[in-house]
Each structure stands twice: as C-alpha cells, then as structure tokens.
Nanobody, 124 residues
Framework: VQLQASGGGLVQAGGSLRLSCAAS????????MGWFRQAPGKEREFVAA????????YYVDSVKGRFTISRSNAENTVYLQMNILKPEDTAVYYC??????????????????WGQGTLVTVSS
C-alpha cells in the first residue's frame, strides 16, 4: 500500500489542523492505520492508531482530548483532527499502515508502510 500524507502547515497555538493520509490500493480496509511524528533531533513518536473497523483506537497521552483519528474506508483515507495545538506539537507527521501492529503499535518499526510526512508548525 502507498500512502500520501497532506494537510500540514503553520498555525498559531490554540488553533486546529486536519491531516489526511490517502492510501492506494483496494485493500485499505484490511490495514490498521497510524500517525507518528518526529520533531527535530528527536525519535519518531507514536501519536494515534485506528483499527480496521475503528473498534481499536489509541492515542499517546499528550494528545488525548485534543486529537482525533478517524478513517473512511470508502475514501481510502485516514484523518487526524488536531485541536488546541501547542508549540510542542511541532513536528513532521507521518502516516503508517500495517496489517496487524497491535503487539507493539507504539513502536515505529512495528509498522510496514509509511507516507512521506507533512510538516506541522505551531507558533507560540
């Protein structure tokens, strides 16, 4: 599966952005989808994940209550709605896909497929 992330940009603290990740192929609904982020000089960090049927949804503690992951299997797209953005949310955001990442979904190397990243910059 090929992934294309979009929607990043520059926003003031307290603002909102919605990231999208479009997937190619006809088997999108078979994949769990995730979002990770990587700030300069830091390791890639798990942000959120959603299962094939949305029964499983997980977030890193720092974004709970502010970010919402969702998916449209009809549109082959996963979304990350980001509200109440903070300067510490500044990073390149990557979408990821895997058939079964649930043993270690918070670890980047558990995921097989990656998009190219989209930059989110939050100014204070």
């Amino acid at each position: 599966v090929q992934l294309q992330a979009s929607g990043g940009g520059l926003v003031q603290a307290g603002g909102s952005l919605r990231l999208s990740c479009a997937a190619s192929g006809r088997t999108f609904s078979s994949y769990a989808m995730g979002w990770f982020r990587q700030a300069p000089g830091k390791e890639r960090e798990f942000v959120a994940a959603i299962g094939r049927s949305t029964v499983r949804i997980y977030y890193v503690d720092s974004v709970k209550g502010r970010f919402t992951i969702s998916r449209s299997n009809a549109e082959n797209t996963v979304y990350l709605q980001m509200n109440i953005l903070k300067p510490e949310d500044t990073a390149v955001y990557y979408c990821a896909a895997d058939l079964y990442p649930w043993d270690n979904y918070g670890i980047a190397h558990e995921w097989d497929y990656w998009g190219q990243g989209t930059l989110v910059t939050v100014s204070s």
